[in-house]
């Protein structure tokens, strides 16, 4: 089959039409993602909880699409709070995080294809369009920026602790596979999942910002402390806007990807810095 332009492309449809939305819209969408940042970098269970529950009540009031939609962005947030955020390696604390993980992407997007069957949320992995030349440009130009800026945040920060030191083949195959899990559920959840529901309430840039939000405070749970939000929160408005433009899951995945081997590569150096010696800081 012959691929479209993407200047026609650009011209289709992105999913299920936009629902009629209320100024007030942003008030408990803001509220929903406030409650995560209470949730993961304030690390305050309670006060988030109850954070979510006004947002969901505020949300009643404007509309049901609205309440819906928020709740399905709770019911990731509530999976993932209830486990511990960690960058433990372990099976048993792989299985517990990993099994959040599938929870928090899994039910909004059962909700969405099954239950109110608008389908509002979708992975795009397939788009049939191919990647322009700036998009293909941007991928060495991610590799470029992740050297340069990798070992400088996590090494001297010593921000590098909060993940294991790992030197056995096991350790160093675990280590791969949890920061790429992590990296391609980042882009199911805090862009598929929160970004697009969100858009469908609010402009396109509130829903950036709030979703940006929520990605930075998970990540800083995580172990991305010092002055991490200060690249993680371009990063994610960054992600948003390629999924806007590009439509397509696996693109965004693939620019995460990349960084997150960088940050892999680093990690090693920094527990064992006789290996992979390349690296300025």
Known sequence: MRQQPRAQADALPAGPA?????????????????SGFLLFAWQDRLSGFLLLAAALAVAAFISR??????????????AMSLVPITTDISTEHMSVMGTAMVLAVGIPYSVSRFVTRDH????????????????????????????????VYMIRTGV??????????????????????????????????????????????????????????????LGFHSWAPFFIFPFALLQARLFTVTRSLSYIVSVHLLFDFVLFLVLIHAHNREWIDIFLY
């Open 18 to 34: 936009k629902p009629a939305t209320n100024p007030l819209s942003v008030v408990p969408a803001a509220l929903v993602s406030a």
């Open 65 to 78: 699409r609205l309440l819906v939609d928020l709740a399905l962005i709770g019911v990731g947030l509530s």
């Open 120 to 151: 509002a949320i979708r992975f795009p992995i397939r788009t049939g369009q191919p990647w322009t030349r700036a998009e293909k440009w941007y991928l060495p130009a991610v590799l470029v920026i992740g050297y340069a800026l990798m070992p």
């Open 160 to 221: 590098y602790t909060n993940w294991p030191a790992v030197s056995d083949p096991d350790g160093i195959a675990r280590l791969f596979l949890g920061t790429n899990v992590l990296g391609i559920w980042d882009e199911l959840f805090f862009i598929c999942t929160a970004f697009t529901l969100l858009r469908r309430h609010v402009p396109d840039w509130q829903a950036n910002l709030l979703q940006a939000v929520l990605f930075t405070s998970f990540l800083w749970e």
